[in-house]
């Protein structure tokens, strides 16, 4: 049984770090192409960066230069580093997970950006 547990959100300022976590579990972590996405309220959820099983990465145009995405084949972990944060990154983040016809989710962990 697949599970991606997500950990690292909460409260921060704007221009403040944090750091998300997903550990996988039940599954070839190395071989999927791992991604964070993101869901504020009322709207869609969206594509925050992606890595794949050969560490390409990509990122949504809004977190380019701010947030890094990086894995840990060793830790079956996927992390999220933010920097720089601003009120418009407050959302739900959510882990994926990718290969061929396979796609799973985590339960998400919320991400508020606020003075």
């Known amino acids: 049984q697949v599970q991606l547990v997500e950990s690292g959100g909460g409260l921060v300022q704007p221009g403040g770090s944090l750091r998300l976590s997903c550990a996988a579990s039940?599954?070839?972590?190395?071989?999927?192409?791992m991604g964070w996405y993101r869901q504020a309220p009322g709207k869609q959820r969206e594509l925050v960066a992606y890595i794949t099983s050969s560490d390409s990465t990509n990122y949504a145009d809004s977190v380019k230069g701010r947030f890094t995405i990086s894995r840990d084949n060793a830790k079956n972990t996927v992390y999220l580093q933010m920097n720089s944060l601003k009120p418009e990154d407050t959302a739900v983040y959510y882990c994926?997970?990718?290969?061929?016809?396979?796609?799973?989710w985590g339960q998400g962990t919320q991400v508020t950006v606020s003075s």
């Open positions: 039940g599954m070839i972590f190395s071989i999927y192409v």
């Open positions: 994926n997970a990718h290969w061929v016809m396979y796609q799973y």
